[in-house]
Each structure stands twice: as C-alpha cells, then as structure tokens.
Nanobody
Framework: EVQLVESGGGLVQAGGSLRLSCATS????????IAWFRQGPGKEREGVSV????????FYANSVKGRFTISRDNVKNTVYLQMNNLKPEDTATYYC???????????????????WGHGTQVTVSS
C-alpha cells in the first residue's frame, strides 16, 4: 500500500524557516517523481515544487523560487521541502504527492499525481 506522510509544519514568523518531510512507503522510491502542493485559505491547490525520479531535475513555482528547496533521501525514502524567508502568503496546508509514471501532464497539474498525503499545516505570521 502506498503511503505518504507529511510532517514538519507549524507556526513561524515571517522571515523564518521550516523544513517539511514526506515519508513514503509502498513503492520503489527511486522510480517516481514526488511533488509538494499547497492549498491556502480560500485558494485552489497549487504546485510548489517537484523532484523527478532521477533526483537531477527539480522545478519550482515562481512564487517560491530562491526561497524553497526540494530534496530527497533515497535511503530514508523521504522527500524534504526546505522553506526559507517565509511570507504570510505561504500560509497553507502542504501536501506531498506521488507522480503517476504514465500520465502526461505538467508537473504542477494535480491530475499527474495519483497518491496524496493528508497534509501538514504551515502558518506564517506577519
């Protein structure tokens, strides 16, 4: 059974940092891309970043470029999202998602992912 479990969220002041973790199981970790999405209050869910299966290619939403870094540990089967210089607009529930290997869609499209975690809340105070 595929499982993705997020952790590391919390309350932080603007300018602060958090590191989110997505612990995974139930599939061959090295073979799949994994992304982070987020959904802020009153907003649609949006793609934040993705790490493809090769660990070489990563992509970011323009809103987080230069502040967030995605990485993966192929021993621990875990994906991380290091978030620096957080802003109040980063407040959201953050989800990790497993990319379906055969669906052709942009990395930021929800339809490209077929397994999701339950999310972790990040709140950034001004």
């Amino acid at each position: 059974e595929v499982q993705l479990v997020e952790s590391g969220g919390g309350l932080v002041q603007a300018g602060g940092s958090l590191r989110l973790s997505c612990a995974t199981s139930g599939f061959t970790f090295d073979d799949y891309g994994i992304a982070w999405f987020r959904q802020g209050p009153g907003k649609e869910r949006e793609g934040v970043s993705v790490s493809d299966s090769s660990t070489v290619n990563t992509f970011y939403a323009n809103s987080v470029k230069g502040r967030f870094t995605i990485s993966r540990d192929n021993v621990k089967n875990t994906v991380y999202l290091q978030m620096n210089n957080l802003k109040p607009e980063d407040t959201a529930t953050y989800y990790c998602a497993l990319r379906h290997p055969h669906i052709q869609a942009p990395w930021y499209a929800e339809m490209a992912y077929d397994h999701w975690g339950h999310g972790t809340q990040v709140t950034v105070s001004s």
